[in-house]
Every structure is written in C-alpha cells, then in structure tokens.
C-alpha cells in the first residue's frame, strides 16, 4: 500500500532473501504445536481435551505448516513472475484434508507418533473431519484432482470458486426413499481455510448503462443498483513430494459497507438492514444438479459474483508488475470449467473497455488469447442458455457487450459461409424465440482459444454432435484432454495397504509422483507371493467395508463374495436401474435353482450407491426400487449369502476412499455416446477392481491400456446406438427382461403404483437408454465375472493388470496436457 512499483519489487526481493523453513517436525515439536493449539486456539485445558478437540489442535498445528509452504511459494512465484493459470470452476468436491495434507507434506508417520505419544490415534481423529462437499458430481471432483496434480507438478496456479455455506445435500434412507437434508458443513468451523477480511472486492449488480464524455470520447458508464461485497477464504492446496502448496481461493458474500443513502433516506433502517443481510444468500447454497436451474436469477448472480470477484483479484496482482495489457495474455490463462464460469469472458471485456479503456478490438483479442473452455456436457439440449431478459436486467452492461461480440461474430461468419441463415441462427450467440436466450456455450466457443471435450470419444461427439458447426468452422479450436484421478487421493490416502504393496514390489515409491511406472506391476501379474499380498490387501479393504455395511444396514456380508459395486450420482444414462434388473434376474434364477446348481453360484454382494437431484422423480424412485428389492432378496432364506443387495446411503468423497478399495468389481454401464468422459473407473481401476463397462467415454481408452480380455465389456456400441433408437418399437427385448420387469410391475416387491412410471420407461417404443436391448450382453458380461471369480488365480492377475494399466488415468497426465497444449505454462518450482 502506497508504495511503488519498484518499492514492492524490492521489498519482495528482501523477504524472498529470509525465507526457511521456521516449523520442525520432530515428534517433540509436533506435540508441542497440537498441546499449544489445544490452550490457545481450541482454547480448552491441555490437561482435558476429547478427539473432536485434539482434531481441531491436529488441524490447526497442520494447516500452520501448509500455511509456511503456501506463503513461500507464493513469494517465489511472485518474484518469478511466470505466466499463471486460474482455474475458475463453480464446484470443486474436495472431500476431507487431513490425511491427504499430512501424507502430501510428507508428515504422516511423525504425527502419528506424536500422537500416540499424546494418546491418540490419527486415523481416530481423522474421522472427525466432515467433507467439504462444495460440487454435485464428476466435474467437481476432477476439479478436485487437477489442483492437486498442478500443485504436485509445481505449476504456477491458482483455483477459484465459491464459498457455499450448505454444501451438496446429506441424503438420508427413510423407509427406502431419499429425503435431502441441509449440509451445514461450517457448523463447527472450518481449520483448513484462511479467512482473508483485508481481501474483498465490491461486486456490483443491476442499474443502467449512461454514456460520458472521457476526454472527448463517449464511454459507456454502469451505475449499479446493487454492490454486495466478496471475502476470500483461502485453502492451501499442498502438492506432493514439493514445497509447493498452491491456493484455492474461495469467495463468500457480505453485506457492503458502502452507504446505500437511499434505503437509509427513507427511515427505514431495520428494513434496510436486513435487505443487506440478503446479499449473503449469495453464496448461500449449491445447486444440486436437475439440470432445471437454466433462468434461476440467484444461480446467474452466484456465477457473476464469483467470475468478477476472481477477475478483480487477477487485474490486481497483474498489475502488481505490469502496466501493459498487451502482456496479459503473457502472463495469464483462464480455465473455465463448463460454461458456469463463462460471465468471465464478458467480466474481462468489460474490465478492458470500461476501465482500462482500451479500444474494442485490442480488449477482445487479448480476451481471445486468454481464455480456454473445457466442456463436460454430451447432449447439445443439455447446454446452458440464459434469458436475456435476465441478463439485461441483473448485468445490463454486459449484456450489450455480448450482443457487441454477436453481432460482430456474425458478420465475420457470413463472409465465410455466406447466407446459410440455418447455420448462422444456430451458431449466433443469441437464440431467438419465444423467449431470447443467450447460449452460454456458444459465448465460449467464440471467446476461446481452445476448447477441449474430457475423453477422445468425447471430442468425437463434440464434432459429430455437440457443436458440430463450430467443430467445422475452427477444427483446430477443438481438442481433448482424457480426464483423470490423483493416485494420492485414491491409493495413497484412501488404500494404504495397496500404496504399501505397490511401493514394496517396484521397489520404490517415486510411482506417487510418476504413475507410469505402475506398468512394472505387468512383469509379477502371475508371481504367486505378489497374488497372495494382493488378495491380502483387498481382503483387508473388504472387511472394512463389510463392517460399514453392517453398521449401516445391519446386514452381514461374506467376505468371500464377490464385491460388485456401482456409485455415482443416480442417473438413467448411467442405468444402475440396469443393475437392479440385472440383480433381480440373479435372485430369480437362484429361487429357481435345484440344491446342487446352486452350489456352482458365485456368491455376490451388490452394492449401489449415489445422490439423485431433488427434483428427479425417476432417478429417486430407482433408489426406492432397490431398497424394495433389497428387502426382498437380503430376508430370503433360499437366497441367504449367494446374494445381498445393499445401499450405501450419503454416498461422497469419504465413503468413495472406503468402499473403492473394497471393491471387486466396479460397474460403469452408461449408454454408449452419454457419458462425457466417467472418472469413477479411473479410481477403481488403480485400487485393482475389475471394470463391467460399456465402451464409452474413457473406458474406450482405459480397454486400450488394460486390454479388453482384462475388462468385462457388453452393450450397444456408439455407433450402433442412433440405428437402433430409429428402430424403436421393433427392437424386441429378451424375455428375461420382460419377466423381471413384470415383477416390479406386479408388485413382487410392493409399491406397484409407485414404480408404475419407471416401469414405464421401459417400454419398448420409451426405452431411450436402451436397458431391454442391451439387457442379454450385460447378463452375458456378468457371468463372465463370474466365471473369471471363480478362478482367483486368473482375477488376480487381472487385478494386478488393472492396477498396472492405470498410469494413462492420473490427473498428472492430464495436467501435463493442458499445461503444454492449452495453457502455455511452465512448472516454477520454489528451490527449498
Ligand atoms: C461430468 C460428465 C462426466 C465427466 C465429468 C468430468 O460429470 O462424464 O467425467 O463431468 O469431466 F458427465 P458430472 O459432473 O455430470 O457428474
């Protein structure tokens, strides 16, 4: 503050100069930091304090740690001054940092020490930690992924998104039908982030757009109606094996403190009071993903806030060292993860033209230059569009600038395909109709420089479907990066006893850096002593999760059965109703089997679990249909433990990193040409679980690196899919479909009229998702687990393979891809 330019620089050059290391971490200091946060932060006795306290000590003694390596690399990227990227997203699904805190810094074994010493456990205390569930699904959790593998490669990055106050909704099973609850997940404060009150920018909102004179120029000037302010909360983000711990920035509303004289005038101030507590509800809550919230004006305002608070904060430290904007595009690249965060592109315009006042056309090729866009979407009717009557009213200046950046799009459009008036409506910016829409997509496509589907089938639909004109139009725009996981996450912290075997085995541990040395798992895939600590590993695993179910549900489960597992957000594209029809058919046969067949049956526990969107009817009545068949088949004393179906309610980060390493087999069985990319299979796959999967999305790629023969693969294949939608009434579903879709029909396991409509959507001429024609290859796939279980030599070794084949799927590799093709950056690694 008040200093210059080369004032800062210098004081920086200085503080640069004294940085060191300033915390130990022998076991006497960590005992030391846990005991002094016990008195002075928890503020309770160091002579009585329970584990939700010694917690709360834990994680304040290691976020003092992350917070040391945080400032230093911050400090040293500064001084760099390297290109940086921002990676904007509206969701990121963090899950709990503890353990994936102190194994990144490299610290486990010393606290555990220190701990027992104090006489605690940490895997105690690590229970004590909520999730931070700020996502709904899929994208979320890879935005989650790639901050830790930017972070783990060094990358000069930084996250943002929104600080929610409710998180995703808890589910809770009442009676077998899904209620959501409020996820209030700051109730008892959050130690793993920052709050930054001295960082806040004023967001503005509504008013009109005037014209002034600016030194003889018309300059188009926003009065806002409303400014609400945003407070970072900031999360360290520690990278692996590195001093480097990057910052996912966090925006939470408040009232402004700028006087409103006009609410005020009117003597109202109680009135006036609560109408600025309202700007909070800003930040309030997540939207669960309906796909219904197109048009919500609080979901636009959530997305401006967030995109002009970001932008604000990255002007500001670029102009920090640099007075030329011609260098911003140098100097920083803008990720927006789908199109939520895409008011940026227009946020940035605005900033260039109105404040900076540069000329049109250098503000929008900077913006150009700067911008890339990651789709995650399939269905071009799955695309956001924004009214633009909305628009209008809540951001009126932007709206002229996207009708600037439209209409000039347009005609540079007709000069290369002439009066296609078709082609033009469809690929313009704004829809017109009824009711005029801005397609947010669209924005995107024109404004970036790149844009990237998340699996190379993906990139295909893209052209094929998604935005073919555009495809056309720009074929260099459009690439794809496959997505991935972080072996740290689901093997280090989630699977320990693999991470050990792993490491034990290749004889090193450098595979949590560099996953592409898993493949040297290939060469002992049939060595005995590696088989018997593998089915060791997975033994241990399993029992964990038996223990869980049993809690849970009060169902005991054989540990020699075989886990087939499918969690994921509950959607008919990804068809667990499938599953369930596919588990009843398994009951049914077993009803029907004499004593001696049954002997043969390979004993399976089913276990499904995930979230359905509030106001998805269907999706929620698939979860009360396999809680009704549940019922039936786990109090069936014919069926006893050949089979058990089982629903792992509240399904999130946490239950993920208990049940993916317990499990055997893992089902991914979307229709073919729907899922964007999946991610879930990357997971399972690294912890050694066999896929049951069609070919799409990246299983298309993971059967190029594991092997087909490794996999379990059935269903209609993406380019089968259209002939046979065309068909519709002539396909003929097999028998056994019909006969196990009669029985939910006629009530074999009760709420006939309930089940009615989702029955419905069975029907020959409405099964969209196309379950009854792929129902036989599914049951063929399933029996080839069987058969392959029954061989424990022979799954082993393609557990082993599994594993071996993942190194393609960590978000490390994806990472190294956008940094290189997309991004243009480089690691800016701190040399402490
Ligand atoms: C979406 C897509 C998935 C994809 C993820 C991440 O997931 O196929 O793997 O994004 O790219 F559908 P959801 O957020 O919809 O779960």
């Given at each position: 503050l008040?200093?210059d330019?080369?004032?800062?620089?210098?004081?920086?050059?200085?503080m640069?100069g004294?940085?060191?290391?300033?915390?130990?971490n022998d076991s006497?200091?960590l005992?030391?930091?846990?005991?002094?946060?016990?008195?002075?932060?928890?503020?309770?006795?160091?002579?009585?304090?329970?584990?939700?306290?010694a917690?709360?000590?834990?994680?304040h003694?290691?976020r003092d740690r992350?917070?040391e390596?945080w400032h230093?690399t911050?400090?040293?990227?500064?001084?760099q001054?390297?290109?940086?990227?921002?990676?904007?997203?509206?969701?990121?699904?963090m899950?709990?940092?503890?353990?994936?805190?102190?194994?990144n810094?490299g610290?486990?074994?010393?606290y555990a020490?220190?701990?027992n010493?104090?006489?605690?456990?940490?895997?105690?205390?690590?229970?004590?930690e909520?999730?931070?569930?700020?996502?709904?699904?899929?994208?979320?959790?890879?935005?989650?992924?790639?901050?830790?593998?930017l972070a783990t490669?060094?990358y000069?990055a930084?996250?943002?998104?929104?600080?929610?106050?409710?998180?995703?909704?808890r589910?809770?099973?009442?009676?077998?039908?899904?209620?959501?609850?409020?996820d209030?997940?700051l109730n008892?404060?959050?130690?793993?982030?920052i709050?930054r009150?001295?960082?806040s920018?004023?967001?503005?909102?509504y008013?009109?757009?005037?014209?002034e004179?600016?030194?003889?120029?018309r300059?188009k000037?926003?009065i806002?109606g409303?400014?609400?302010?945003?407070?970072a909360?900031?999360?360290?983000i520690p990278?692996?094996?590195?001093?480097?711990?990057?910052?996912?920035r966090?925006?939470a509303?408040k009232?402004?403190d700028k006087?409103d004289?006009?609410?005020y005038n009117?003597?109202d101030y109680i009135n006036?009071i609560?109408?600025?507590?309202?700007?909070?509800?800003?930040?309030?809550v997540l939207?669960?993903?309906?796909?219904?919230y197109q048009?919500?004006?609080?979901r636009?305002?959530?997305?401006?806030?967030?995109?002009?608070?970001?932008l604000?904060?990255?002007?500001?430290?670029?102009?920090d060292?640099?007075?030329?904007?011609?260098?911003?595009?140098?100097?920083?690249a803008?990720?927006i993860?789908?199109?939520?965060?895409?008011?940026?592109?227009?946020?940035?315009?605005?900033m260039?033209l109105?404040?900076?006042?540069?000329?049109?056309?250098?503000a929008f090729e900077?913006?150009?230059?700067?911008?890339?866009?990651?789709t995650?979407?399939?269905e071009?009717?799955?695309?956001?569009?924004?009214p633009?009557?909305?628009?209008?009213?809540?951001?009126?200046?932007?709206l002229?600038?996207?009708?600037?950046?439209n209409?000039?799009f347009?005609?540079?459009?007709?000069?290369i395909?002439?009066?296609?008036?078709?082609?033009?409506s469809?690929?313009?910016i704004i829809e017109?109709?009824?009711?005029?829409n801005?397609r947010v997509?669209n924005l995107?496509?024109?404004?970036s420089?790149?844009?990237?589907g998340?699996?190379?089938?993906h990139l295909?639909?893209?052209?094929?479907r998604?935005?073919?004109d555009?495809c056309?139009?720009?074929?260099?725009?459009?690439?794809?990066?496959?997505?991935?996981?972080?072996q740290?996450?689901w093997v280090?912290?989630?699977?320990p006893?693999?991470?050990?075997l792993?490491?034990?085995?290749?004889?090193?541990?450098?595979?949590?850096?560099n996953?592409?040395?898993?493949g040297?798992?290939r060469?002992?895939a049939?060595?005995?002593d590696?088989q018997?600590e593998?089915?060791?590993?997975?033994?241990?695993?399993?029992?964990?999760?038996a223990?869980?179910i049993?809690?849970?549900?009060?169902?005991?489960?054989s540990?020699?059965?075989?886990?087939?597992?499918q969690v994921?957000r509950i959607h008919?594209y990804k068809r667990?109703?499938l599953?369930?029809?596919g588990?009843?058919?398994?009951?049914?046969?077993i009803?029907?089997?004499s004593?001696s067949?049954?002997?043969?049956v390979?004993?399976?526990?089913?276990i499904?679990?995930?979230?359905?969107?509030p106001g998805?009817?269907?999706?929620?009545?698939?979860?009360?249909?396999?809680?009704?068949?549940?019922?039936k088949i786990?109090n069936d004393?014919?069926?006893?433990?050949?089979?058990?179906?089982?629903?792992?309610?509240?399904y999130?980060?946490?239950?993920?990193?208990?049940v993916?390493?317990?499990?055997?087999?893992?089902?991914h069985?979307?229709?073919?040409?729907?899922e964007a990319?999946?991610?879930?299979?990357?997971?399972?796959?690294?912890?050694?679980?066999l896929?049951?999967?069609?070919a799409?999305?990246?299983?298309?790629?993971?059967m190029?690196e594991?092997?087909?023969?490794?996999?379990?693969?059935f269903?209609?294949?993406?380019?089968e899919?259209?002939?046979?939608r065309?068909?519709?009434?002539?396909?003929?579903a097999?028998?056994q479909?019909?006969?196990?879709?009669?029985?939910?029909?006629d009530?074999?396991?009760?709420?006939?009229?309930?089940?009615k409509?989702?029955?419905?959507?069975?029907e020959?001429e409405?099964d969209f998702?196309?379950?009854?024609?792929?129902?036989?290859s599914?049951?063929?796939a399933q029996a080839?687990?069987?058969?392959a279980?029954v061989?424990?030599e022979k799954?082993?070794?393609m557990s082993?393979?599994s594993?071996?084949?993942?190194?393609k799927?960590?978000?490390?590799?994806?990472?190294?891809?956008?940094?290189?093709?997309t991004?243009?950056i480089?690691?800016?690694?701190c040399?402490?």
């Amino acid at each position: 503050l008040g200093m210059d330019f080369g004032q800062r620089k210098a004081k920086a050059e200085k503080m640069f100069g004294l940085m060191d290391v300033f915390l130990k971490n022998d076991s006497v200091s960590l005992q030391k930091d846990i005991l002094d946060h016990v008195e002075y932060t928890v503020a309770r006795s160091r002579f009585s304090f329970d584990d939700f306290e010694a917690y709360q000590a834990l994680s304040h003694s290691i976020r003092d740690r992350l917070i040391e390596r945080w400032h230093d690399t911050h400090l040293y990227v500064k001084k760099q001054d390297p290109k940086r990227v921002y990676f904007l997203s509206l969701e990121f699904l963090m899950g709990r940092s503890m353990t994936n805190s102190v194994i990144n810094l490299g610290i486990r074994d010393q606290y555990a020490d220190a701990l027992n010493q104090l006489g605690f456990e940490f895997e105690v205390l690590a229970e004590q930690e909520g999730d931070a569930a700020l996502g709904n699904g899929g994208l979320a959790r890879l935005s989650a992924c790639l901050m830790d593998s930017l972070a783990t490669l060094d990358y000069p990055a930084w996250g943002y998104g929104l600080r929610y106050q409710y998180g995703l909704f808890r589910q809770i099973i009442l009676d077998g039908f899904q209620l959501e609850q409020p996820d209030y997940w700051l109730n008892f404060g959050n130690p793993w982030e920052i709050e930054r009150v001295h960082v806040s920018y004023s967001v503005k909102f509504y008013g009109t757009v005037e014209e002034e004179d600016l030194d003889g120029e018309r300059t188009k000037v926003w009065i806002p109606g409303e400014t609400v302010e945003a407070v970072a909360y900031d999360n360290p983000i520690p990278g692996y094996g590195t001093r480097s711990a990057l910052n996912l920035r966090l925006w939470a509303a408040k009232p402004s403190d700028k006087y409103d004289m006009e609410s005020y005038n009117t003597g109202d101030y109680i009135n006036a009071i609560m109408n600025r507590q309202k700007a909070e509800t800003i930040s309030n809550v997540l939207y669960p993903d309906d796909r219904s919230y197109q048009g919500k004006e609080l979901r636009l305002k959530q997305q401006y806030f967030f995109v002009s608070a970001s932008l604000q904060d990255i002007i500001r430290r670029f102009k920090d060292n640099h007075q030329n904007f011609d260098e911003l595009p140098d100097k920083v690249a803008l990720q927006i993860n789908d199109t939520h965060p895409a008011l940026a592109i227009v946020e940035l315009m605005r900033m260039l033209l109105d404040e900076e006042h540069l000329d049109w056309n250098r503000a929008f090729e900077i913006t150009c230059k700067i911008f890339s866009f990651t789709t995650h979407t399939v269905e071009p009717g799955g695309l956001e569009k924004v009214p633009v009557d909305l628009l209008g009213h809540l951001l009126p200046r932007h709206l002229q600038i996207i009708y600037e950046i439209n209409y000039k799009f347009m005609e540079e459009l007709k000069k290369i395909i002439g009066q296609d008036y078709d082609r033009l409506s469809r690929m313009s910016i704004i829809e017109e109709g009824a009711v005029k829409n801005v397609r947010v997509a669209n924005l995107s496509i024109v404004c970036s420089h790149t844009v990237n589907g998340v699996s190379k089938v993906h990139l295909q639909l893209l052209k094929e479907r998604v935005f073919k004109d555009f495809c056309e139009l720009w074929p260099q725009k459009f690439h794809y990066k496959t997505n991935g996981v972080t072996q740290r996450r689901w093997v280090v912290v989630s699977n320990p006893n693999l991470c050990s075997l792993i490491s034990k085995w290749l004889g090193t541990e450098s595979w949590i850096r560099n996953v592409d040395l898993l493949g040297g798992l290939r060469q002992y895939a049939t060595d005995p002593d590696l088989q018997r600590e593998w089915k060791m590993a997975k033994k241990v695993n399993k029992l964990r999760l038996a223990e869980y179910i049993e809690t849970l549900s009060g169902v005991k489960v054989s540990l020699d059965a075989m886990f087939d597992v499918q969690v994921k957000r509950i959607h008919e594209y990804k068809r667990q109703l499938l599953n369930i029809l596919g588990v009843i058919h398994r009951f049914d046969c077993i009803k029907n089997m004499s004593a001696s067949d049954k002997g043969k049956v390979v004993p399976r526990v089913c276990i499904i679990g995930g979230k359905a969107a509030p106001g998805y009817d269907i999706a929620k009545k698939i979860i009360k249909l396999c809680h009704a068949v549940a019922d039936k088949i786990n109090n069936d004393a014919d069926v006893g433990d050949l089979l058990k179906l089982v629903f792992i309610p509240d399904y999130n980060v946490s239950v993920a990193e208990l049940v993916i390493p317990g499990s055997d087999l893992s089902q991914h069985i979307s229709t073919a040409g729907h899922e964007a990319s999946g991610t879930g299979s990357m997971k399972f796959l690294m912890n050694g679980c066999l896929l049951l999967a069609t070919a799409d999305g990246s299983t298309v790629e993971i059967m190029e690196e594991v092997g087909a023969e490794n996999m379990f693969i059935f269903g209609a294949k993406l380019d089968e899919i259209p002939a046979l939608r065309e068909k519709g009434a002539s396909l003929k579903a097999p028998l056994q479909f019909a006969r196990v879709v009669r029985m939910v029909r006629d009530g074999y396991f009760g709420f006939e009229d309930y089940f009615k409509s989702l029955c419905d959507t069975l029907e020959e001429e409405k099964d969209f998702y196309l379950l009854g024609y792929d129902f036989t290859s599914y049951l063929e796939a399933q029996a080839a687990a069987d058969r392959a279980f029954v061989d424990q030599e022979k799954w082993t070794q393609m557990s082993i393979l599994s594993t071996a084949g993942a190194g393609k799927f960590s978000s490390d590799r994806t990472i190294e891809e956008y940094a290189k093709h997309t991004w243009g950056i480089e690691p800016c690694k701190c040399p402490f």
